[in-house]
C-alpha cells in the first residue's frame, strides 16, 4: 500500500501530456481577413526567414505504457537502445490506472507554458542541412482562455495565434538533415519546461538532447520526439523540490490539524494523508522537508539517473508532441 500511495503522489508531481481532446474551433481574430486560411498566422506577424517555418507546441503526450516509452525516447548515448526512463515511469504510473496527462495539458492549454519551434530547412521532404530550435513564448494572441468560464481555452493554438519571441533560443540550434519528410537533429542541449504539481512549470536543460519528426508540414508537424537526459544536479535542486511543494500543496489541502501530529487531521484516504504518512518522517511535524523527499529510498529509485552523457549523470526522458503554425513577433 505505501508504494501504491507513493506512486500516486508521484503523478501528482511529475504528471504531463495531453488529455487527448480535439482542438476547438475559433473565429478568425478580429484583425485576420475574412478570407484568411484557417492555419495562417496573424496578419500583424512578421513572415519568418526565408528557409525557416514557425510553430507553436500545440500537445505534449508522456507514455501510457512501456511500448509507448520506447516510441516517445530516442537513443541517446549510441548504444542501439532507446534511453526513456522518466518515460518508463510514467507508464508504470498510467497501467496502475493513474492519469499521468493532466498537468502539462492544463498549462498547454491555458498558456502558462508555450513553446514556440522555428525549423530552419530550405525544403520539408528533403533537406541536407537543417537545424531545429526551441523558443520560450509568450503574449499570446488571441488569449488562450474567453474569461474565467473557459475551461478549455486553447484559443492560441488553431495555428493561427502570435506569440512575442526571444531574439535567440536558450541555447544554440540542433543541427540535423531532413530525409524522405523525417527531421533527426542533435545531439545538442534544449531546455524545456516540466509542469510539477501546481507550481508553475520547471525549466531544465536536457542533455544530449536529439529530436525527430515526421509528418512535417507548413500546416503543422504531426509527430515531434523530444528526447534528453536531466542531469542529477537538476533533479536534485530543481525536481525533487518541486515535488516537495507539491506534496506539501496537498497536505494543505487535506489536513486540518497540522499542529497535531502524527493524524494531523488528514482526511482519509486523500493525497495529503499519504505524503505524510510516507514522507514525514519522526518526529512526525505534519511537514515534509526537501531532504525527507530526497532521502527517500523509493523516490531514489524513481529517479536514479540511468545514463552518462559528456560525463554527467541523468536521467533520460523522451515526449512526443505535435505543433501547428505561429506568427513571432519581437519583445
Known amino acids: 500500500m505505501r508504494t501504491s500511495s507513493l506512486l ?15 482542438i476547438t474551433p475559433i473565429d478568425a481574430p478580429p484583425d485576420a481577413p475574412p478570407d484568411a486560411p484557417p492555419d495562417a498566422p496573424l496578419v500583424d506577424a512578421p513572415p519568418p526567414p526565408v528557409g525557416h517555418h514557425h510553430y507553436v507546441i500545440d500537445r505534449r503526450l508522456v507514455p501510457t505504457n512501456n511500448s ?34 493532466v498537468g502539462t495539458t492544463r498549462a498547454i492549454d491555458t498558456g502558462a507554458m508555450i513553446t514556440l519551434v522555428d525549423l530552419g530547412a530550405d525544403d520539408l521532404i528533403n533537406a541536407a542541412t537543417a537545424t531545429f530550435a526551441l523558443f520560450d513564448g ?35 540550434a540542433l543541427p540535423g538533415a531532413i ?13 524545456i519546461e516540466l509542469v510539477v504539481a501546481s507550481s508553475a512549470p520547471v525549466a531544465v536543460t536536457l542533455l544530449g538532447a536529439r529530436v525527430r519528426a515526421t509528418t512535417i508540414a507548413a500546416t503543422g508537424i504531426g509527430t515531434l520526439i523530444l528526447a534528453g537526459a536531466v542531469s542529477q544536479t537538476e533533479i536534485d ?38 505524503a505524510i504518512d510516507l514522507f514525514d518522517a519522526p518526529p512526525k511535524d505534519c511537514a515534509i522537508s526537501v531532504d525527507e523527499v530526497r532521502t ?7 529517479l536514479a539517473p540511468d545514463v552518462t552523457i559528456n560525463g554527467v549523470m541523468a536521467l533520460s526522458l523522451g515526449v512526443s508532441t505535435t505543433a501547428v503554425p505561429a506568427g513571432y513577433v519581437a519583445p
Open 8 to 22: 500516486l503522489l508521484v503523478v501528482g508531481v511529475l504528471g504531463c501530456g495531453d488529455d487527448g481532446g480535439g
Open 68 to 101: 509507448q516509452a520506447r516510441d516517445y525516447g530516442l537513443d541517446l548515448n549510441g548504444d542501439q537502445t532507446v534511453d526513456n526512463q522518466l518515460g518508463m515511469v510514467f507508464g508504470t504510473l498510467s497501467s496502475l490506472g493513474i492519469d499521468v496527462q
Open 138 to 172: 509568450a503574449n499570446p494572441m488571441p488569449l488562450p482562455c474567453n474569461g474565467s468560464s473557459d475551461v478549455t481555452c486553447r484559443r492560441h493554438l488553431a495555428g493561427t495565434g502570435t506569440f512575442t519571441a526571444a531574439a535567440t533560443p536558450v541555447h544554440p
Open 179 to 191: 530525409v524522405n519528410g523525417t527531421l533527426n537533429a542533435g545531439p545538442g542541449l534544449l531546455a
Open 237 to 274: 535542486t530543481k525536481v525533487i523540490p518541486a515535488m516537495r511543494d507539491g506534496f506539501m500543496a496537498s497536505v494543505t489541502a487535506d489536513c486540518s490539524a497540522l499542529a497535531n501530529p502524527p493524524g494531523c487531521g488528514c482526511a482519509t484516504g486523500s493525497a495529503g494523508k499519504s
Open 296 to 302: 527517500n529510498a523509493l523516490i531514489q529509485s524513481l
